[in-house]
């Protein structure tokens, strides 16, 4: 039996310790890992890679025979390029950068959101899960928010059951900005506002 382990946020881990995979333990070839660039480098890279342990002949044959083309050239330039001395600087200030920007995140959360929200402490990576009171539904929020130009994702939308509906993923890729920080705090005051209605309504 194989375990297939998903490492693409591992880069982003703050404490070297954190990065260990699950692969670097196993002796005896049963763990798939699987990594990808496009988390640190670029996001329209998409170039992975997997190292398929006592499966890397048949992953090869199976690759050969379904993958798209790609460009050698580019695969040569990318190792090239994370072989370079100043590549582990850079993806130190990566690091950095994105644990700043999970922190604004979770201070906005803190100061904005319903009491008793609750966030993720992922170690690296770029998501949180938010885990609203139960009363408020992250669907009728995500309704409104719609009305506010504001895009979320209710917690629906990764269950094929319906559960989560009082969870949110908030995604913190691409182009941050302020502007992205105030949609954020908009967010929690509309899921206030919302959660003090259906008070009112019950009392």
Same mark, same amino acid.
């Given at each position: 039996m194989?375990v297939?382990?998903d490492?693409?946020y591992?880069?982003l #881990? *703050?404490?070297?310790?954190?990065?260990?995979t699950?692969?670097?333990?196993?002796t005896?070839?049963?763990?798939?890992l699987?990594?990808?660039?496009s988390?640190?480098?670029?996001?329209g890279? &998409?170039?992975?890679?997997? *190292?398929?342990? &006592?499966?890397?002949?048949?992953?090869?044959?199976?690759?050969?025979?379904?993958?798209?083309?790609?460009?050698?050239v580019? *695969?040569?330039?990318l190792? +090239?390029l994370?072989?370079?001395?100043?590549?582990a600087a850079s993806?130190?200030?990566?690091?950095?950068?994105?644990a700043? &920007?999970?922190?604004?995140v979770?201070?906005v959360?803190?100061?904005h959101?319903?009491p008793?929200?609750? #966030?993720s402490?992922?170690?690296?990576?770029?998501?949180?899960?938010?885990?609203l009171?139960? %009363?408020? +539904?992250?669907?009728?929020?995500?309704?409104?928010?719609?009305a +506010?130009?504001?895009?979320?994702?209710?917690?629906?939308v990764?269950?094929?059951?319906?559960?989560?509906?009082?969870?949110l993923r908030i995604?913190?890729?691409?182009d941050?900005?302020?502007?992205?920080?105030q949609?954020?705090r908009?967010?929690? *005051?509309? %899921?206030?506002?919302?959660?003090?209605?259906? %008070?009112m309504?019950?009392?």
């Amino acid at each position: 039996m194989a375990v297939i382990e998903d490492a693409i946020y591992n880069d982003l #881990v *703050e404490v070297d310790d954190l990065r260990r995979t699950v692969k670097s333990y196993d002796t005896t070839g049963h763990v798939m890992l699987c990594d990808s660039f496009s988390k640190t480098l670029a996001p329209g890279l &998409r170039l992975g890679w997997v *190292e398929a342990g &006592r499966w890397s002949q048949a992953m090869r044959a199976i690759k050969d025979l379904q993958a798209g083309g790609q460009s050698a050239v580019l *695969e040569l330039a990318l190792a +090239d390029l994370i072989t370079q001395a100043g590549h582990a600087a850079s993806m130190r200030q990566l690091r950095a950068a994105v644990a700043a &920007r999970m922190d604004a995140v979770r201070g906005v959360i803190a100061a904005h959101f319903p009491p008793g929200t609750r #966030v993720s402490d992922p170690p690296g990576g770029l998501l949180l899960w938010l885990e609203l009171p139960r %009363a408020l +539904d992250s669907v009728l929020l995500h309704e409104a928010c719609l009305a +506010d130009g504001l895009l979320i994702a209710p917690g629906t939308v990764f269950s094929a059951s319906g559960r989560f509906r009082n969870c949110l993923r908030i995604g913190v890729g691409g182009d941050w900005t302020p502007a992205h920080l105030q949609g954020l705090r908009t967010v929690g *005051e509309t %899921a206030t506002r919302m959660l003090r209605s259906a %008070a009112m309504r019950v009392a």
